[in-house]
């Protein structure tokens, strides 16, 4: 793993776009792993100007994003559909055949508590298994990027999700959807589980890159990079990975005996 400690966010999102950008120009039909959030965001930004420039050409670029909520429409502006179209696709000349996003909005019926199939909705087993088929079909993600939940989760892999996992079904932790609900109006309102790639079909990315920014990001960073590899924080599975770059600011740094 490599560990490197930028100065703040705007540094960070620079340094996560020149890695992507050498991908692509060494390979332009590059399979990118993408993640939502609010950490990858600046990266985007970078990708788009790149692209604006006429440095980067992502008509070739094929991608697989992380996961998206269960039971939200792709135009629900909480979705990851919907955040992916606004923070980049939107902005880049991708193929839209090209992009791959878990897709499980339809057939949903919200009750007080869940969201559950209403009998049309599609099965989500054999949606998980295309899924992990589509990548295969690819030749596997070159390149992947990840943010990190509070809680030390990847994708949507909260504590205690296999070491082994592959795309399923995960329910939110508690604190996740306390985390996530300042994007949506009330907490209820964010969705109690989503579709996710498994902790181990983001481990055989051939190369990953893991973003961490801000203080309240510095004990899951501590936990998943110096403490040991476990269920509990899904992220420290990278420890094992021999193609991980880890881009922290500062803040996020902070806590880490060795490096902070
Ligand atoms: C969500 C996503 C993760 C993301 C995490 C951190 O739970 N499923 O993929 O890494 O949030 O988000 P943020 O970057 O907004 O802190």
């Known amino acids: 793993m490599i560990i490197i400690i930028k100065k703040n966010y705007d540094e960070l999102s620079k340094e996560a776009a020149k890695i992507i950008k050498e991908a692509i120009l060494e390979k332009p039909n590059l399979v990118l792993g ?12 970078e990708l788009i100007q790149m692209h604006k420039e006429g440095i980067l050409d992502f008509s070739r670029i094929i991608t697989f994003n992380l996961d998206e909520y269960l039971g939200l429409s ?7 559909h919907y955040y992916m179209k606004k923070n980049l696709f939107g902005e ?7 992009i791959h996003i ?52 990847i994708g949507f892999n909260e504590p205690g999700t296999s070491l082994d996992s592959r795309t ?14 300042r994007f ?16 181990q079909t983001i481990f055989e990315a051939k190369k990953i890159i893991l973003l961490a920014s801000g203080e309240n990001k510095a004990t899951a960073v501590a936990k998943a990079l110096e403490g040991p590899i476990t269920s509990q ?28």
Request: proline share 4%; hydrophobic share 30%.
């Open 34 to 45: 993408l993640a939502t959030g609010s950490t990858p965001l600046g990266t985007y930004q």
């Open 74 to 80: 792709a135009n629900h502006p909480q979705s990851y």
């Open 92 to 98: 880049i000349n991708i193929n839209p055949e090209n």
């Open 102 to 153: 878990p897709e499980c909005s339809e057939g949903w019926r919200r009750t007080n508590v869940l969201r559950v199939p209403d009998g049309t909705a599609k099965d989500v087993k054999a949606l998980c298994r295309d899924y992990e088929k589509a990548i295969q079909e690819t030749g596997g993600i070159d390149l992947q990027i990840l943010g990190i939940g509070s809680d030390g989760h």
């Open 168 to 181: 399923h079904v995960a329910k939110l932790a508690e604190s996740t959807i306390r985390d996530n609900s």
């Open 184 to 199: 949506f109006e009330k907490k209820e309102d964010v969705p109690e589980s989503a579709i996710t790639m498994g902790v």
């Open 233 to 260: 924080i899904t992220a420290s599975i990278l420890q094992r990975h021999s193609n991980t770059i880890v881009i922290l600011d500062e803040k996020a740094a902070s806590k880490l005996k060795k490096y902070g």
